[in-house]
């Protein structure tokens, strides 16, 4: 019984269904051609503004990369100043390095040259002075023999 209930209910909205499909009003062809003409006129306008988009955004796209470009070039001519700046200070800093190189040299052969004259004065004074003190000892040897000649000769101090 519950099956034929269900059967029943299921019949009913089926019905239900079929009466609420409604009938469209007949269009004619002229009414078709028309609307399909407005279609196409609004297409084309559609396109004309696609068209004028893509137009539009190209333009910005050239003009972003002009700008970009240039902002790249004055980049590139803003590194290429520094570069030059810092090649200038480093050119400075040789020049200042070589001349104190030269001076440094300069200063160092000066201090060899004095180092040179104050050796050669005391190994002529040392040489004088090695001369002086073996004549100085041959004439204390000599002195020596003197004495001891005038000791012998001389008679002793008690006896006159």
Request: no cysteine; glycine share 6%.
């Amino acid at each position: 019984m519950k099956i034929f209930i269900a059967a029943l209910f299921l019949g009913a909205l089926s019905v239900a269904q079929a009466f609420a499909v409604e009938t469209a009003p007949r269009i004619s062809d002229r009414e078709i051609i028309e609307k399909l003409s407005k279609l196409e006129t609004g297409q084309a306008g559609l396109k004309q503004q696609i068209n004028d988009q893509k137009i539009s955004l190209q333009q910005q796209i050239n003009d972003q990369k002009i700008s970009l470009q240039q902002q790249i070039n004055d980049l590139k001519d803003s590194t290429n100043r520094r570069f030059d700046d810092m090649n200038r200070r480093f050119d400075d800093m040789n020049k200042r390095f070589d001349t104190l190189q030269w001076m440094l040299g300069l200063f160092i052969t000066i201090a060899l040259f004095l180092l040179g004259i104050f050796g050669r004065m005391l190994w002529n004074q040392q040489k004088e002075m090695s001369g002086l003190k073996a004549s100085v000892e041959t004439q204390k040897d000599e002195l020596a023999f003197i004495k001891g000649l005038i000791d012998k000769l001389l008679p002793p101090k008690g006896v006159l």
